[in-house]
T-cell receptor, first 112, second 115 residues
Framework: GQQLNQSPQSMFIQEGEDVSMNCTSSSIFNTWLWYKQDPGEGPVLLIALYKAGELTSNGRLTAQFGITRKDSFLNISASIPSDVGIYFCAGQLRGSNYKLTFGKGTLLTVNP | DADVTQTPRNRITKTGKRIMLECSQTKGHDRMYWYRQDPGLGLRLIYYSFDVKDINKGEISDGYSVSRQAQAKFSLSLESAIPNQTALYFC??????????????FGPGTRLTVL
């Protein structure tokens, strides 16, 4: 099946640092979503992007829908310990009947 | 109260046993999904349902079956559990009325261990 290439797989950063992660694909997506999963919980939606070029912020988080419709990035500014978790990108392929394709996740560790 | 609930949250069973995982939602969404999560593999779609009378296979449906008992309830069954079905299972919902703005909302997950 269609795969999203999410990178990096893991990150170890110091509190206060900025973080950037991204997803790329060879296919065109209509929608890009970014989720965060805390240990023992289900993924929680952080940001949804619906138009090419769209740049959306949610507090310290900023995400963009790539102009080519084949990529997206998520930035976290001034990281704090509670940012720890797994971040997933997900995309809705053009013509996929609203099914989502998920990246394999980025594990973020923040050292206080 | 949570919008999407899953029961049980944890289950340990033996090979060959029949297992049912249940999902309920109060969001009023018409679409429901079952995913499986394995370390390093992300989330993979098992089955999805766009309405009470609509059931569709996802990318890894072998060994699983589902039932959409009502708009708010979607259950996943393992007819004869095997050890490689040990995983985290997530239910999700979405709203077709959102159209192009459709996004999925996840339950807290069920951790299933098959011995």
């Amino acid at each position: 099946g269609q795969q999203l290439n999410q990178s990096p797989q893991s990150m170890f950063i110091q509190e206060g640092e900025d973080v950037s992660m991204n997803c790329t694909s060879s296919s065109i997506f209509n929608t890009w979503l970014w989720y965060k999963q805390d240990p023992g919980e289900g993924p929680v939606l952080l940001i949804a992007l619906y138009k090419a070029g769209e740049l959306t912020s949610n507090g310290r988080l900023t995400a963009q829908f790539g102009i080519t419709r084949k990529d997206s990035f998520l930035n976290i500014s001034a990281s704090i310990p509670s940012d720890v978790g797994i971040y997933f990108c997900a995309g809705q392929l053009r013509g996929s009947n609203y099914k989502l394709t998920f990246g394999k996740g980025t594990l973020l560790t923040v050292n206080p | 109260d949570a919008d999407v609930t899953q029961t049980p949250r944890n289950r340990i069973t033996k090979t060959g046993k029949r297992i049912m995982l249940e999902c309920s939602q109060t969001k009023g969404h018409d679409r429901m999904y079952w995913y499986r999560q394995d370390p390093g593999l992300g989330l993979r779609l098992i089955y999805y349902s766009f309405d009470v009378k609509d059931i569709n296979k996802g990318e890894i449906s072998d060994g699983y079956s589902v039932s959409r008992q009502a708009q708010a309830k979607f259950s996943l069954s393992l007819e004869s559990a095997i050890p490689n079905q040990t995983a985290l299972y997530f239910c999700a919902t979405s709203d077709s009325l959102a159209g192009a703005l459709d996004t999925q909302y996840f339950g807290p997950g069920t951790r299933l261990t098959v011995l």
